[in-house]
């Protein structure tokens, strides 16, 4: 079994042996939504000709979209009330067009429910509701392992599968809160867990495997693991400017770092410690069959909510209300590959 086989290094042991740390990733600004909304922010997430975020509070007014370039930050689905969930903190998600889903409908944490909102704002319902536990996370298989379901990370550990009707089946349970979410993509040779879902719990730090049949596999840890993303294999490869690492920068603002930030990081985990406010790289040598997990940056402030954006193969075209905007900004079809989490309080 692949899981007596496995060890990691930690970033002081690969430093040594490499001579020096990896390269510092460097975070700028990408919006601030506080002229429009209160709180901190939280949600982040990109729904194909917009991002849309959420800030630490229930009831209305939590949610504000932003352009592809940050401006324009206004409400979003102002007359959508949230609640339920710890702290106010509603994690965000978009729909990629696929398994049944709508394109680039956003999903919205709620305590143990999740509220679906259609791209423009105007319209909500309840999507899932009643699961063992408050959400964590929300990610959308774009890989296909997983029938392009809806994954769902929870306080309670349980992970779900839901699919385009709404319908949630438990997939495993690790046995504590569990955040970060991302599948691996195929043909990345990440230590025979291609095609796997992938989480983070921040209590133990660790970082387990689940299989389309539930098994799951500790492999790595990363203190006060927080947000969770693989590096796109394609990323930076349009040199469009919207691809790039997007994360909540809590409580000021939201951060962007560009996609050549990343270069020869594609395939590897970026793991962010909510608070250690480290940005790790956790990468798997298949030479000497070892995680490699090594800091290569820092937030300003407290990470929350994460994603990468990178020009793919766009399974659908991009909401019909701004398609001439976003062709207009070169941005064509944006995949997006993301992962969501939820804090504890410093």
Sequence with gaps: MIRSTIRFVTAAMLACAIG???QAVTFNVFTDPHPVVGPGSIGFAYAGNKFVGSVQQDGTGGLY??????????????????AGSPSGEHFVSSSLGLGGFPNRDVYV?????????????????????GLAGDVRGITFDS???????MLITTTTGNV?????????????????????????????????FDGQLIVASEGSGLLRAISTAGVVTPFAAVPSAEELSFVPLNLGASGNPVEGFYGANYTPNVIKADASEFVGMQGDIIVTGETTHLVNRVHWNAGTLQFEVTQIGQFPNQPEDGL????????????????LAAVAVGIGGLTLWRRRRVPVRE
């Design 20 to 22: 020096g740390p990896l």
């Design 65 to 82: 979209s932003t352009d592809l370039t940050g401006g324009n930050v206004q409400l979003f689905a102002p007359a959508v009330s949230l």
């Design 109 to 129: 944490a709620a305590g143990n429910s999740i509220v679906h909102i259609t791209n423009n704002g105007s319209s909500s319902n309840t999507f899932v509701s």
């Design 143 to 149: 890989v296909g392992t997983f029938g392009n379901n």
């Design 160 to 192: 779900y599968r839901a699919n385009s009707a709404g319908v949630a089946l438990l997939l495993a349970s690790v046995g504590e809160d569990t955040e970060g979410l991302d599948v691996a993509p195929l043909g990345n040779g990440f230590a025979g």
């Design 308 to 323: 990468f954006v990178t020009t793919d193969i766009i399974n659908s075209p991009e909401p019909s209300s701004l398609v």
